[in-house]
């Protein structure tokens, strides 16, 4: 199987030591280009339109399998990792803390200087206050919110590790009781009224809620452990995945679309309801399956390669900058854009390439900066020596 010589993190940046250099399956390259594509693709269409609007808050529904998809990613490139190796959780944490949790605090101090472009500055008092309730709930963006989750991640990988190790040849019903976990989780927070209390912060913010993401945990980590059957049985049952596929698309919004009409679209759109699931499992199969099927196709010295591999190498950077990009556009452009390109699929695609091409610019800016660790979690790319004589 085709590997990619990138370094193996699920998020961010560092390569762990090990015989095979634990690189990334091009497969999971593939998958992070195209799941981050349909990242951009949301954020501009919720973004720039109207969210009460069926169709845009839709849309912004079926994008929100992308949050699951990055968690799928994450967990198969940890348990890829480490799956012939020992784990000691003490070295575990402080190298992967070390290349998550300072980007965190530095993207959440950077976008609440950008909040403050639309509604001022507040006193020092409460700037402090604000800007630690925001980095404990992620919600200084509407993107940060993975990188607490990222965290999380680092944080029970050793216990999440140990719980698979346990089930060991019954791996079939540890994902059982994960998406058990999972669905009870969703229920919970978009069904359940919020309690009073410190605990009502679960369902302010139920983004972070770990439990709402052990299914694709799990599922990554059984999926990296049992790679060979996994891309054996995709390889076998193509048309079995289209219809998996299909009749996901299919429930999930046929729920968004009884939910939507009998009240807002928008609150109908939220990613935390139990109806996503089925679509969410069945998109991120999906993309899964298209990257094996590339790489199979025989991806070695093919320009598809090489943009996939450069795609993957910055996207923790077009993660992190894109709202910004797109804040910009926003605040500079769209609102006059409508003069230009009145009709409104183009003009959305207009903002969606210049959201693309503004992020990785600005990727390839900071990459080149003392500061991309923390700003992109990547080493600084420097220009080659020019040989003279």
Not at 261 to 285: C, K, N
Not at 339 to 353: D, S
Not at 355 to 377: D, K, Y
């Amino acid at each position: 199987m085709a590997t990619a010589r990138t370094p193996a993190d699920p998020g961010t940046s560092g390569t762990p030591s090990g015989a095979t250099a634990r690189a990334r399956l091009q497969q999971i390259d593939f998958m992070r280009v195209v799941v981050f594509t349909f990242v951009v693709s949301a954020h501009v269409v919720t973004v720039t339109l109207d969210m009460a609007d069926l169709w845009v808050s839709g849309w912004g529904m079926l994008m929100h399998f992308t949050r699951y998809a990055f968690v799928f990613i994450s967990a198969f490139v940890l348990f890829h990792s480490y799956r012939d190796r020992p784990l000691r959780a003490t070295t575990f944490w402080r190298k992967r803390f070390g290349t998550v949790v300072l980007p965190y605090l530095v993207w959440t101090l950077l976008y609440g200087v950008v909040r403050m472009v639309d509604e001022g500055v507040p006193g020092l008092t409460d700037w402090l206050v604000d800007y630690a309730r925001r980095v404990a709930t992620g919600s200084e963006w509407y993107h940060l919110y993975f990188l607490l989750i990222s965290i999380q991640l680092y944080l029970f990988f050793p216990l999440v590790r140990w719980v698979v190790d346990r089930f060991a040849g019954r791996h079939g019903l540890l994902l059982v009781l994960a998406a058990t976990v999972q669905l009870g989780a969703m229920a919970l927070v978009s069904l359940v009224p919020a309690p009073p209390g410190p605990a009502g912060v679960l369902w302010s913010h139920p983004d972070v809620v770990f439990g709402l993401y052990t299914l694709f945990v799990v599922g990554g980590g059984v999926c990296a452990l049992h790679v060979e059957q996994v891309n054996r049985w995709i390889g076998e049952h193509r048309v079995l995945l289209v219809a998996l596929g299909a009749g996901g698309l299919a429930v999930t919004l046929g729920i968004y679309l009884v939910r939507a009409t009998g009240g807002s679209a928008e609150l109908a759109s939220l990613p935390g309801h139990p109806g996503l699931v089925p679509w969410a499992v069945a998109a991120t199969m999906v993309v899964y399956a298209l990257g094996t099927a590339w790489v199979n196709r025989g991806v070695e010295n093919r320009l598809s390669q090489r943009v996939v591999a450069a795609g993957a190498h910055r996207a923790f950077g077009v993660f992190a900058v894109h709202p910004l990009v797109l804040w910009a556009l926003n605040w500079l452009l769209v609102p006059t854009l409508a003069t230009w390109v009145p009709q409104t699929l183009p003009r959305t695609l207009v903002v969606f390439v210049l959201t693309q091409l503004g992020a990785l610019l600005l990727v390839e800016l900071l990459l080149r900066t003392p500061f991309s660790r923390v700003l992109v979690a990547r080493p600084r790319t420097r220009r080659p020596d020019v040989a003279t004589g």
